[in-house]
């Protein structure tokens, strides 16, 4: 009883102490936040079989390409991420940094889109999973 006391403090402290030492993490990070887009993701999709298939992203992708030129500039992912109230523009230039991957000032279908798509894709099934979203979207920030 008291090793499992110890332990429980261990954890607790533990736990804490993470917290803490992270006190600049965005609450956009949080999995309730992750859940939420994800539920938004698929709520665009074609199927809301529960995961997200490479042509949900590509449209997802699309709704950001406010002039259709299949790139998604700085500008355009922060003028929709923010008029669509799923975050501010902190979150959104962070997300941005993120997902431009080769850092060349715009997202694109390649490589950035997927490699995205496959960062979230952890099983590596083809399609992304809400758990593997949450696991990773949560992770995003280290
Ligand atoms: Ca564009
Ligand atoms: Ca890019
Ligand atoms: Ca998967």
């Not at 261990?10 to 965005?26: D, I, K, M, N, Q």
């Not at 979150?91 to 997927?114: E, K, M, Q, V």
């Not at 992304?128 to 949560?138: A, D, K, L, R």
Request: hydrophobic share 45%; net charge negative; glycine share 8%.
């Amino acid at each position: 009883m008291i090793s499992l006391r110890f332990a429980l403090v261990l954890l607790a402290g533990t736990f804490l102490g993470c917290v803490l030492s992270h006190p600049e993490r965005p609450a956009l990070l949080d999995p309730a936040k992750a859940r939420e887009l994800f539920a938004l993701a698929q709520g665009n999709g074609t199927a809301k079989d529960g995961v997200l298939s490479t042509a949900e992203v590509e449209a997802i992708f699309a709704n950001f390409d406010m002039d259709g030129d299949s790139q998604v500039r700085r500008q355009e992912f922060v003028n929709v991420w923010t008029h669509k109230g799923l975050g501010d523009i902190v979150s959104a230039n962070f997300l941005f940094a993120r997902a431009d991957t080769d850092s060349d000032g715009t997202i694109s279908a390649s490589p950035d889109l997927s490699r995205v798509f496959k960062y979230f894709d952890l099983n590596g099934d083809g399609t992304v999973s809400e758990m593997e979203f949450v696991v990773v979207w949560s992770s995003l920030s280290h």
